[in-house]
């Protein structure tokens, strides 16, 4: 089980910081990622860490404003977000992967979601 919480409203240029905390799972042994899907668009991927701990990846669209970590006593995973834009308002979800060594970007290829967490950024 994921659970997502952190989401609100904020202003642009601000910052949030999302928490997925799991359960059930072997939480060091998955790639975790963030995905968001705002109302008509289809769902996006935002970023992931892998189960390693150290390596980290990006959508552009986030790159540079994001940073991803995961504290794995904790089994939780944190998205840090500033400079935060209208165009990043969407229900941010958790998923989670098999560990694996490659990049994974597709929603359909992750075996575990959150129920979403909402970010409304106003202008």
């Known amino acids: 089980q994921l659970v997502e919480s952190g989401g609100g409203l904020v202003q642009a240029g601000g910052s949030l910081r999302l928490s997925c905390a799991a359960s059930g799972l072997i939480f060091s042994s998955y790639d975790m990622a963030w995905f968001r899907q705002a109302p008509g668009k289809e769902r996006e991927f935002v970023a992931t860490i892998f189960w390693s701990g150290g390596d980290t990846y990006y959508g552009d669209s986030v790159k540079g404003r994001f940073t991803m970590s995961r504290d794995d006593p904790k089994n939780t995973v944190y998205l840090q977000m500033n400079s935060l834009k209208p165009e990043d308002s969407a229900v941010y979800y958790c998923?989670?992967?098999?560990?694996?060594?490659?990049?994974?970007?597709?929603?359909?290829?992750?075996?575990?979601w959150g129920q979403g967490t909402q970010v409304t950024v106003s202008s």
């Open positions: 998923a989670a992967h098999g560990a694996s060594t490659r990049l994974y970007v597709d929603p359909a290829q992750y075996n575990y």
